[in-house]
């Protein structure tokens, strides 16, 4: 079992920037996948970031050049929010996924970000 915890949202005016952190505790391994999530209302949830291990990460189009994806360690995650728009304006949820002889998925409770002047 894994458990997430984001911080880090909050109300910020457009062109603003906000740094996000994902906690995991429990059986959590630097080989898991870790990716930030989001979902606006009255919409589908959405990919914005993802890591793998090994492996370089993936942006959603809507915010390359914008938003930075990094881990430090095996429990840490965080996603660096830059030239901010009104329409990322949404929930931001961390995942983390991984193969442990069945395919596992964890959320976490999500991080409201609101892009408004």
């Known amino acids: 079992q894994v458990q997430l915890v984001e911080s880090g949202g909050g109300l910020v005016q457009p062109g603003g920037s906000l740094r996000l952190s994902c906690a995991a505790s429990?059986?959590?391994?630097?080989?898991?996948?870790m990716g930030w999530y989001r979902q606006a209302p009255g919409k589908q949830r959405e990919l914005v970031a993802v890591?793998?291990?090994?492996?370089?990460p993936t942006y959603a189009d809507s915010v390359k050049g914008r938003f930075a994806i990094s881990r430090d360690n095996a429990n840490r995650m965080y996603l660096q929010m830059d030239s901010l728009k009104p329409e990322d304006t949404a929930v931001y949820y961390c995942?983390?996924?991984?193969?442990?002889?069945?395919?596992?998925?964890?959320w976490g409770q999500g991080t409201q970000v609101t892009v408004s002047s």
């Open positions: 995942k983390v996924s991984r193969m442990r002889g069945s395919w596992e998925e964890y």
């Open positions: 429990g059986s959590i391994f630097s080989t898991d996948a």
């Open positions: 890591m793998t291990y090994g492996g370089s």
